[in-house]
Every structure is written in structure tokens, then in C-alpha cells.
């Protein structure tokens, strides 16, 4: 069987498809221009396919984003590279202040539809500042909409719905998804099959041989969701408890009325996120299913997070503190005192 | 014989992809020729032979490959490449290994082990993933159709002459042998089980049961000492011979012919061992093979005759020894307490048929009376074995 494409092939495929079909649409970033095609390899090809629309920048994340923001303004579609997540920091203000509320602030609504892209996550041990999960610092801004990379999502339909919001957005894009396989047509491997419970997409659900009365539901965004389903599998031949992992496209704002049947009669909800511990995702997403299901719920939401530190360079020091497989195995066995 | 391997490239990717063969499949390579494309997430990179051979590609064209896995091998010469073809076992050819499509749970590959079931058998159920049920429910399914070896009406339709199983013609000996040989007699007894049957209540589910069988083999190895004629050998002239312990057989039947296991030195095991034995014979049963050594040296023998509904059983006594127990099935009854009250209590037929050259009615009825005493008993049979049984 021929093998499905990655994750970077598909993305890249996403980018020049949106590049193809509208002209407003241009790629800005550091690096991103062939021959190098940027430092994760995402935009290779692009520049020489659009020359004029696939621009490298000078290294001042502050500026791209400004930039993008007044294309936006004047009624283009621009898409940047912020070439490590970490550094979305300098990008703050301007999304913050300018582009995010520009969306409702003049009185009318006024398009911004901009993708910033933000390759994040550990486990490759590039060390403190470039191995980070800044999610949960851009939760709850108005008009800014948060997105993660995901293996079972494709791109080409994501970056449209991105687009079509007429808003700003992030995509959080975890590095080690870059060089996995994308899964299609319901198979993970073996046993393990997923489809897209809700009818929108957003909420892919992975699940082993059909989708059970669950004893356990973990939600884990698509960096870690490989993860969850490797710690699900685990839990099954283990202990034979049967579990789902829902991996959502879109973060935030949270959408959670697809998900309600499902963790409803679930036995524990466990929330996972690579980022650290504190003021994180899984707490918005607990809090926010708390005041849905709280008479349904059966024990407390389990939160799973990277330890409070930062993130070590050597990498037996890093996979300690970042979210792995065993660390939510062992959550939801604590958790089912399994 | 060398093998190819993918070098590690970079510290991002845990794979690359093999882009491209540069070198065709059997082609004669010179040391240093290009053979194959590899892309990392960064980086296409050629990778060349070190030393010239004949070439076996192994990984297919966009084929996954980790650093360090194969992708092909080298052979001094095209015939080595053919030998090696020709033995070896068709290979995975993307190079990686072979994706399992069962999930089977650890609870079910214990299962399997206990019951002694070959997973591979499993796949018949079409299940994706296997656990503990699936397999007990399996065993209990091959226990069910196993054919009857000794059922006569398969053939009863028919006339002429039918031949019987080994395993019955072997039963057909020793039947006869005992029958031409040993004079028995048979006495039967009435037992109250309920404080038996409580012993199980509280035990652990993986624990090993325990019910009337294995409460009856303890209790019958309790009895060894006070009754050695019991476990004895009639030799024929006056005399019998006698061998230490309790070895207490017990009659399995479970649709693969009749073994009379043996539980060697009963009175030396717990009731946890004595039970635990019992399920591996049953298991043993199940699949129909025993080893010999699990079969010999028994010196009494219960049979258990406790399927639902049977009153009594008359077993015949095993040629070499004197004797051996019935056990029927539990049954209900209707009995006033003490105060006057009607309840419902339990109670089980113990049969006893002995070698009446050796014992005496009076010797089996006492026998069988020390056995009620025990079973009947609130607490640990082992303790109710001696004592103050004298003179009942």
C-alpha cells in the first residue's frame, strides 16, 4: 500500500493550493524563500512557484506581523511564518492591539483574515526557548481564533475554514508532526480508526476497533494526539479499559457542543497539553465542561500538562518534563484506579 | 551478505523517505555508486555502497525508513543473491514491520495460557481486538462442540459395526478388568453442603475456585492416616501393600475421553494448591492431553459424578486400588430448624464403591461418615480432619 503523505507535504500542498486560487493571498516569514524553503521545510517550492507572494523578511517577527496586519487591512489574505513559536512573544502586540481588534473596533465589522503560523513543541532538543507551547498566552482574546496542526486533519480544508472566519489566526503547528504520516480514510494502524463526530470536522475522534461506551475520553490537540492514542492503546492492553482521544482543529474559541455526547457517559475525561502547567487550554476546556455536564460527570476532569519548568536541552532532562505517552497513561490509571 | 542501512541524517526526523532508487534491483554496483535518494524533512541526500556488490532492494520507493533500517542488500555475486532469494521467507518488502491488525489485551494473552489456546485460533471470532472474554468465551465454545468420542448416536442410524474410540476401548479395559476381578460393594451418604459451598464467598476472582471437588480431595487426604486400607492394593494372597501419602485421583471428563489425574500427596497441599491443580487439570481436560506422569500413581479415586440433577453414581473400584468415591450434584431440601422454623439447605450424595476382599461395610461407612463430619464442618475441613472424630 502506498504510504499517505506527511504532515509537511500536506501543509505545503495547503499553502500552494491557497496560493493558486487567490491572489490576495501572500506568504511572509524569515528564511521561507527556495532554495532553503524555510527552517521546517514547509514553504519549499512556494517562492518559485508565486514569485511576488512568498516574500523572506528580515528577522523582526514584530514587523511581519504588522505587515500582515495591514495587508489584511487593505483586503488581502496574508499567511506568516513565525520560524519558532517562542518568538509569536514579539508578534503580541500586534495581534493583540491592532489585528485582532481591528475585526470590531471601527464600529462596523472589518475583515482581517491572516494565518500566523507558529511551529511549536518539544522533544526534539532545541532547548528553552525554542521548544515551547505558548498557546494558552493568546486564549481569550476577542476575534483572534487559535488552531493547532494535527495528523488526521487535512490542511487544505483548515487553512479555507481559517480564511473564511474573516479573522486572525494562529496555527500552532507541533515540529515532530512535520515528518509524520497524515492518517486518511478513517485508519490510524491496525485497529485504530477515527472519524469526525459533530458533522464540522473540527473534533476528530480516534478510537480502537468502533468508538465504545468509553471508560475514558482524553482531549489532546494534535502535537500530542499520537501520544494519547499510543497511552489509549496501552490502557486497552493492559488493563482492557476502553478509550477515545478527540483531537481538535480549531482550540479556541472552545466549540464543545459535538463533544457532549460522547464524555457525557464517559468514565473520566483527561485533558492533555504539551504546554506547562498553569493558567493552561485543558483548564478553559474543564472550566467550560464543568458548567455543561457537571450532574453527568463522574469524578473530576484530569489535567495533564508539562511539568512547571522550563524546557532542558538534554534531551533525557527534556522528556521529564514534557507531556509523553506514560505521562497520561499513568493519568488516567491514577485517575480510574486502574 | 551486507546489508544497506540508512544512516542517521539529522536530529529532527525519526524517519526519512526513500525517494528514489538510483541503482536497478539485481544491478552489479561499483564501490562508491549512488544508490538511493533520502529525504529528510530538510534535505535530500544520496546515499552510495562503500564496497561494489550485486544489489537487493528491500524498501519500496517512498517507503518509510528509520536511521539504521534496511533497504537493501549486497551480494558478492548474482547466484548469492538468488540463494539467498530462494531461502529466504518473503520479506516485508517496505521495510517495515508488519502492522498487527488484532489488538490482544494482556488480560486475554493470560487467558489463552490458563485454557491453553493458541491466539492464532482466535482470529476465527473476526475481532480487532481480543480480551480475557473472548477467549474464556472460546474455550468454553470448543469445549461444547468438541465431538462426544464415545457418542453412539452419530452412527445409530446407520447398522453394521461401529468402532469405538481408543480412549473408550481403553476405559473398556479396565471396566472389565475390574469387574472380573474386584468383588465391590457400594454404600451411599447424605452430606449437608451449604457450609461447603460458602467456602468460596469473599475468595479474589483470580483466585483459583473452590467447590465440592476440591474440598472432597482435601478432606479424603485427611483421612489417610486413621484410614490406610483405604488408600491400599490388595495384593491377592491375604495381604495388601500400602504406599505413603495421599494421591488422590479425580475422573475429568470434559468431551476429549475420560483421565483420572492424580493430585500427588493431597494431605501435604493447602486448599489453595489442591485447587490450583485442579484447575490446570481441568484445563489439561479441556485440550485432551495429560502427561503420563499426571496420570499414575494414585492410591484412591473420586469420581465426579456432580452434573446437575444426579442422584447417585456407582463407580467401579480402579484395579490396584480399594476403593473409590462418588460425588454427585448439590441438591435442595427442605428441612426444620431447631426452632421449628421450614429453610432450605443443600446437600450433596456421596457414593462409595470398595473392594470388599479389603474393607468391611462398617469400615466404609465409617469412611464415608468422617468425610460428612468434615465437609459438613463450619470451619477449615483440614482442622475437622483430626481430633475428636474417634468413635463415631
Redesign the interface.
Known amino acids: 500500500m502506498?504510504?499517505s503523505e506527511?504532515v509537511?507535504t500536506n501543509l505545503n500542498r495547503a499553502l500552494g493550493a491557497l496560493l493558486d486560487k487567490d491572489q490576495r493571498v501572500y506568504v511572509l516569514g524569515e528564511d521561507i524563500g527556495d532554495p532553503y524553503g524555510g527552517a521546517?521545510?514547509v514553504t519549499r517550492g512556494l517562492s518559485t512557484r508565486f514569485p511576488g507572494r512568498v516574500l523572506s523578511t528580515p528577522i523582526s517577527e514584530s514587523a511581519i506581523a504588522g505587515v500582515a496586519g495591514g495587508l489584511a487591512l487593505a483586503g488581502d489574505r496574508p499567511v506568516i511564518e513565525v520560524m519558532f513559536g517562542d518568538f509569536a512573544g514579539l508578534c503580541f502586540d500586534q495581534l493583540y492591539n491592532f489585528a485582532a481588534k481591528s475585526v470590531s473596533m471601527y464600529g462596523h465589522r472589518v475583515p482581517m483574515p491572516m494565518i500566523v503560523r507558529c511551529p511549536v513543541g518539544g522533544n526534539?532538543?532545541y532547548g528553552p526557548t525554542h521548544s515551547q507551547n505558548p498557546q494558552k498566552h493568546f486564549i481569550g482574546i476577542p476575534n483572534l481564533s487559535l488552531w493547532e496542526l494535527s495528523p488526521l486533519h487535512d490542511n487544505a480544508v483548515v487553512l479555507d475554514r481559517i480564511m473564511d472566519r474573516g479573522e486572525p489566526a494562529i496555527l500552532f503547528e507541533d515540529?515532530?508532526l512535520?515528518?509524520?504520516?497524515m492518517h486518511r480514510d478513517g485508519v490510524i494502524?491496525?485497529?485504530l480508526r477515527f472519524d469526525f463526530p459533530g458533522g464540522d470536522g473540527n473534533w476528530a475522534r480516534v478510537y480502537?476497533?468502533r468508538p465504545d461506551p468509553a471508560d475514558y475520553v482524553i482531549i489532546a490537540p494534535g502535537g500530542l494526539a499520537e501520544r494519547a492514542w499510543q497511552a489509549a492503546?496501552d490502557l486497552?492492553?493492559?488493563h482492557?479499559l476502553t478509550g477515545q482521544v478527540l483531537v481538535p482543529s480549531r482550540l479556541y474559541p472552545v466549540d464543545l457542543e459535538p463533544l457532549l455526547p460522547a464524555v457525557r457517559d464517559a468514565g473520566l475525561i483527561c485533558i492533555a497539553e504539551e504546554g506547562v502547567t498553569g493558567g493552561t487550554w485543558g483548564a478553559e476546556v474543564a472550566n467550560q465542561l464543568y458548567g455543561r455536564l457537571w450532574a453527568d460527570l463522574k469524578r473530576p476532569i484530569r489535567l495533564v500538562s508539562s511539568a512547571d519548568s522550563v524546557i532542558p536541552t538534554a534531551p533525557h532532562l527534556e522528556r521529564e518534563v514534557l507531556v509523553q505517552s506514560e505521562t497520561i497513561y499513568r493519568a488516567v490509571c491514577e485517575a480510574l484506579d486502574a | 551478505m551486507r546489508e544497506i542501512t540508512v544512516p542517521k541524517l539529522n536530529?529532527?526526523?525519526?524517519?526519512?523517505?526513500l525517494v528514489e532508487w538510483l541503482a536497478q534491483d539485481g544491478a552489479e554496483l561499483a564501490a562508491d555508486a549512488p544508490i538511493a535518494v533520502i529525504e529528510?524533512?530538510?534535505a535530500a541526500e544520496e546515499l552510495a555502497v562503500a564496497e561494489g556488490g550485486v544489489l537487493l532492494q528491500v524498501a519500496q520507493v517512498?517507503?518509510?525508513c528509520a536511521a539504521g533500517s534496511v533497504i537493501g542488500r549486497l551480494f558478492p555475486t548474482a547466484q548469492a543473491r538468488q540463494e539467498f532469494l530462494g531461502a529466504a521467507q518473503p520479506e516485508h518488502r517496505?521495510g517495515s514491520p508488519p502492522?498487527?491488525?488484532?489488538?490482544?489485551?494482556?488480560?486475554?494473552r493470560e487467558a489463552a495460557a490458563e485454557f491453553g489456546i493458541d491466539l492464532t485460533d482466535l482470529r476465527v471470532l473476526g475481532?480487532?481486538?481480543l480480551?480475557?472474554q473472548d477467549v474464556e468465551e472460546f474455550a468454553a465454545t470448543i469445549r461444547a462442540q468438541t465431538p462426544q468420542p464415545e457418542d453412539p448416536q452419530t452412527e445409530a442410524a446407520g447398522e453394521g459395526i461401529i468402532t469405538l474410540p481408543a480412549v473408550q476401548q481403553a476405559v473398556g479395559q479396565v471396566v472389565t478388568q475390574s469387574h472380573q476381578s474386584i468383588p465391590a460393594a457400594f454404600a451411599a451418604i447424605k452430606i449437608p453442603a451449604d457450609a461447603a459451598l460458602g467456602r468460596q464467598a469473599g475468595r479474589p476472582p483470580e483466585a483459583p475456585p473452590i467447590g465440592l471437588p476440591e474440598l472432597l480431595v482435601q478432606a479424603v487426604a485427611a483421612l489417610r492416616e486413621r484410614h490406610p486400607l483405604c488408600f491400599a492394593s490388595y495384593r491377592g494372597d491375604g495381604t495388601v501393600s500400602v504406599i505413603g501419602g495421599a494421591h488422590v485421583g479425580v475422573t475429568l471428563d470434559l468431551g476429549r475421553g475420560l483421565f483420572v489425574p492424580v493430585v500427588r500427596d493431597a494431605g501435604a497441599r493447602s486448599l489453595d494448591e489442591i485447587a490450583g491443580v485442579l484447575t490446570d487439570f481441568r484445563i489439561s481436560a479441556l485440550r485432551g492431553s495429560f502427561r503420563a506422569a499426571e496420570l499414575a500413581g494414585g492410591n484412591i479415586t473420586i469420581s465426579l459424578s456432580n452434573d446437575a440433577d444426579v442422584v447417585l453414581a456407582r463407580p467401579i473400584v480402579f484395579p490396584g486400588q480399594t476403593c473409590v468415591l462418588a460425588l454427585c450434584a448439590t441438591q435442595e431440601e427442605l428441612v426444620r430448624t431447631p426452632a421449628g422454623e421450614i429453610a432450605t439447605r443443600r446437600y450433596v450424595n456421596v457414593g462409595m464403591s470398595y473392594d470388599h476382599r479389603v474393607l468391611s461395610g462398617r469400615d466404609a461407612i465409617a469412611f464415608l461418615h468422617e468425610i460428612k463430619r468434615i465437609l459438613a464442618a463450619p470451619d477449615h475441613p483440614s482442622d475437622a480432619g483430626t481430633g475428636d472424630l474417634d468413635g463415631n
Open positions: 502506498p504510504e506527511r509537511v521546517f521545510k526534539r532538543g515540529k515532530t512535520y515528518s509524520r504520516r494502524s491496525g485497529p480502537v476497533g492503546a486497552l492492553v493492559e482492557e | 536530529n529532527n526526523d525519526d524517519s526519512y523517505v529528510t524533512s530538510k517512498n517507503a518509510s517496505d502492522s498487527g491488525d488484532v489488538i490482544v489485551t494482556r488480560p486475554a475481532k480487532n481486538v480480551r480475557r
